[in-house]
């Protein structure tokens, strides 16, 4: 159903969650949050000192597990911190608990910011950031197959140095140092025994670096976590870093797009990190704020695919899943859906950030475009026959009903799957859209039970890798939660994946082989798409300055990652609370 700006409006079901979450507790800007009946030292949050986003928490809160799924937006970079950060905009490393980490030869050396300090008052020290990489010798860690190449992890005074059995993974090292989180060892070492304990590690009260710490008061998993300032936060404390002036940070689980919106213009919310219906008119009007004033007013954050179970039938033959993706009408979703805030992708998938990348010469002669005519030929082509009715069947004659699913209330995703079901119909191919909330979308896609979904999971990086390695990533998990971090499409192609890990292992100074590796990456993706890069998803940011000001901006010198979705808190997320001003 195409959404309009006169489809929004504030209903009951929003007008009771803002009753569930705030009660009015007396004094000017004072509001009570917490669980219904409990009183705490922490159960008055004055507004005026208190944060409030929305837009990452689909689904209940699993916990504060930095390793999976599901844990309280901002366990990462709120609670637990990482050695570097990165900045996309500016494409450089930042030094954080690491005062440098880099390749020196053929071994990795990082050098530990002296002066850091754990929320419980301990040190922060190199034996601890040993005992956080070696955490991925569990092969249920993000990290295992970059820890298969390790040789040695030797502490020593402030330095850690990394010794490979072979050539290192130049890639993967960089990227895991602004993305691995470090857990305190007092805290997780008794915890964290074997693979199994590593998902399930869940410290109700987490011991971080962080500039903020868990509020126990406040934690409801159902509907919000509640963070409160850690006034001795190292980073301020050595003018790294402004110290954070909001006193407390309340993120609420979502609900639905629409919902949101409602929340955003009834003072709820400061920070909303969903896709808002009619975000143009509320810019213009006044309502928001955005990080570009005009079109396409957000930045780029990662390519939305359709990505094919390739272990079901027929979705396992590349001619199928060839014809299906010439049957979709990207444009539609583009204007119809999103009214142009988003850009149709390059059938390679590759961000703008990383078009330097793209082969276009490749892009031309085996990139799709959208034709029902054509997607019709295509599946004749390949010997597929249709029924009575005009449906194409399997190849043994059985039929083909594929199902289509997306986290329920993402309004504008449910709209793209309503119009790729609609063109995929007009070529012949049966889709039905199957409803799930956002944890079982999740869980199923991770397990492989499913046909089709629309995904996006490899995020904005500082290398094209990231988005290989989700692709083509190998083995596949078949055990516990599944694929939990790459490849869920469960495509396998070890020619597809050995040259991502030669990627890995090309020196950053080797541009050409860079190219190369990366020119043949993509035409694998046309020729078999294991995805279907549908279209560029924005950085969804709306800011609110009821009562903080100072938001990040492309005409200001706050040019920061807007958003407190999972990975960006540690580019420059944090940059962004770090930066706010009370409104006067």
Do not use: C
């Amino acid at each position: 159903m195409k959404r309009t700006w006169r489809n929004t409006v504030v209903g009951l079901s929003v007008i009771a969650m803002v009753a569930a979450v705030f009660m009015t507790a007396g004094g000017a800007g004072a509001q009570r949050l917490g669980p219904a009946g409990k009183q705490s030292p922490l159960a008055n949050y004055p507004r005026n000192q208190t944060l409030i986003t929305s837009g990452s928490q689909w689904g209940n809160i699993t916990g504060t597990n930095p390793y999976v799924g599901g844990a309280a937006t901002g366990t990462v970079g709120l609670l637990y911190e990482t050695l570097l950060r990165f900045d996309p905009m500016k494409g450089v490393y930042i030094p954080w608990l690491a005062q440098s980490a880099s390749f020196v030869g053929t071994k990795y050396v990082i050098n530990v910011r002296p002066g850091v300090k754990w929320t419980d008052g301990k040190p922060f020290t190199a034996a601890d950031v040993a005992f956080n990489l070696n955490l991925a010798r569990f092969n249920t860690n993000p990290w295992n197959n970059l820890y298969l190449n390790v040789a040695r992890v030797a502490p020593a005074g402030n330095r850690v140095v990394i010794t490979f059995k072979s050539t290192p993974n130049y890639v993967q090292w960089q990227n895991a140092m602004y993305n691995m989180p470090m857990v305190s060892p007092t805290q997780a070492k008794p915890l964290i025994t074997d693979a199994a304990k590593l998902t399930t590690y869940s410290p109700a009260n987490p011991v971080g670096t962080g500039p903020y710490k868990i509020d126990p008061a406040g934690w409801d998993p159902t509907t919000r976590v509640v963070y409160v300032k850690n006034t001795n936060w190292w980073a301020a404390k050595l003018g790294v870093s402004p110290s954070p002036k909001p006193k407390y940070i309340i993120d609420l689980v979502n609900t639905s797009n629409t919902n949101s919106l409602s929340a955003v213009l009834a003072g709820v919310e400061d920070l909303n990190n969903n896709y808002l219906p009619g975000v143009q008119t509320l810019v213009n009007k006044g309502q928001v704020q955005t990080y570009y004033k005009k079109a396409p007013y957000m930045l780029s954050a990662n390519t939305a695919w359709l990505e094919p179970n390739t272990t079901h039938v027929p979705l396992n033959d590349p001619a199928f899943r060839k014809a299906l993706a010439t049957a979709i009408n990207i444009n539609q979703i583009v204007t119809q859906d999103y009214g142009n805030l988003v850009l149709p992708a390059s059938p390679a998938g590759l961000l703008p950030t990383w078009s330097k990348f793209i082969d276009k010469a490749a892009v031309a002669k085996y990139g799709f475009k959208y034709s029902t005519a054509k997607a019709v030929a295509m599946l004749t082509a390949a010997g597929y026959k249709r029924d009575s009715s005009g449906m194409f069947m399997n190849k043994d004659g059985s039929k083909i009903n594929l199902d289509l699913s997306v986290p329920q209330g993402w309004s504008d995703w449910e709209a793209a799957r309503d119009m790729i079901i609609s063109s995929a119909k007009a070529a012949g191919i049966e889709i039905t859209a199957k409803v799930k909330d956002y944890n079982t979308w999740r869980d199923d896609r991770n397990t492989g039970a499913y046909d089709l979904v629309v995904d996006n999971a490899y995020q904005i990086s500082d290398n094209p890798w990231t988005y290989w390695n989700g692709i083509y990533h190998l083995p596949i998990l078949t055990t516990g939660t599944g694929q939990t971090n790459f490849n869920f499409g469960r495509y396998t192609n070890q020619n597809a994946w050995s040259l991502v890990q030669k990627l890995d292992a090309t020196p950053p100074q080797n541009t050409a082989a860079i190219k190369e590796i990366n020119s043949k990456l993509q035409t694998i993706l046309m020729q078999q798409l294991p995805i279907i890069p549908l279209w560029y998803n924005g950085q969804w940011a709306q800011f609110v300055s009821k009562y903080w000001t100072n938001w990040p901006s492309s005409t200001s010198t706050r040019q920061y990652t807007p958003v407190m979705w999972n990975g960006y808190l540690q580019m420059t997320g944090i940059d962004v609370i770090t930066h706010l001003a009370p409104k006067a």
